[in-house]
C-alpha cells in the first residue's frame, strides 16, 4: 500500500502445483514471487482468490485454524537458516514438535530421524556457530521435515551458501522430493538451483510465465489465466 493507494503484487494469477512437484519460481526483486511462496504457506493471506493446498481452502480458515494448518503441513527452509543460536542442532530441529502431543522423548526421536536424513545425526549436539553454513542449511532443512509437512516452501535456499554447499543443499533437497516424496516450491535467483526442479516458472511484475520443464522434470502445471 502506497498512502491510501492500493498496490496489487498478485492479480488474476492462477497456479497449480502436483503433489509431488519440485517447481522454482524465478524473477527480479519484487516480482511477487516472493509473495505468493508466503501465500501457499499462510504465512501472508491473501484479500481475495482461493488457495487450495492438499484439497484444504486455507484462505476460509480462521486464524487459529491457520496456525495448526501451517504447523502440521508446511516446511520452511530460509536463506538465513533462522536457527537459535543458543540451541543445539538437536533442539532447533525439535522446536516444530514443542507445541504438538509428542513427548520429550518422542520428539527427540523425531529430530534425530530428520537430522539422519540430513546426514547430520552426529551433530547433533553441535550449536550454529559450530557448525558450516551449508550444515546450518541442513539443520534448517531437518527442521522443516520433522513434521512430516505436505509441502515445503524454500526462500532462496542457497543464496548465502559457497558453490560447493549449495549444490549439496540441491542434491538433498531433491532426495526429499524423489525418495520422500514432498511437494517443494523453492524461489531462487539461481538459475543453477532452479534447473534442479521439475519446472520452472519466471515471474514478470506479478505475471507468471509459461512452465519451463527441466532435464528431470516429470510433470506439467495447468494453464495460467
Not at 497449480?16 to 512437484?21: A, F, I, L, R
Amino acid at each position: 500500500m502506497r498512502g491510501s493507494e492500493k498496490i496489487p503484487v498478485l492479480e488474476g494469477l492462477s497456479l497449480s502445483v502436483e503433489q509431488g512437484e519440485f517447481l522454482a519460481l524465478m524473477g527480479p526483486s519484487g516480482s511477487g514471487k516472493s509473495t505468493l511462496l508466503n501465500l501457499i504457506a499462510a504465512i501472508d493471506t491473501a484479500e481475495t482468490g482461493t488457495i487450495r493446498v492438499g484439497g484444504v481452502d486455507i484462505t476460509a480458515l480462521s486464524d487459529s485454524e491457520l496456525s495448526r494448518w501451517r504447523a502440521t503441513h508446511v516446511g520452511f527452509i530460509f536463506q538465513f537458516y533462522n536457527l537459535i543460536p543458543v540451541l543445539s542442532a538437536e533442539e532447533n530441529v525439535e522446536l516444530p514438535l514443542i507445541l504438538t502431543n509428542l513427548s520429550k522423548r518422542q520428539r527427540l526421536e523425531h529430530a534425530a530421524s530428520a537430522l539422519r536424513v540430513v546426514n547430520l545425526l552426529d551433530r547433533a549436539q553441535h550449536y550454529p556457530s559450530q557448525l558450516s553454513g551449508g550444515q546450518q542449511q541442513r539443520v534448517a532443512i531437518a527442521r522443516a521435515i520433522v513434521t512430516d509437512p505436505t509441502i515445503i516452501v524454500a526462500d532462496e535456499p542457497t543464496g548465502d551458501l559457497d558453490r560447493h554447499s549449495a549444490k549439496d543443499i540441491l542434491e538433498l533437497m531433491t532426495t526429499l522430493n524423489t525418495q520422500h516424496g514432498k511437494t517443494i516450491i523453492m524461489v531462487t535467483h539461481d538459475p543453477r538451483a532452479a534447473e534442479t526442479a521439475h519446472i520452472i516458472r519466471n515471474f514478470d511484475k506479478g505475471v507468471l510465465t509459461e512452465s519451463t520443464i527441466t532435464q528431470s522434470g516429470k510433470h506439467s502445471c495447468s494453464s495460467l489465466s
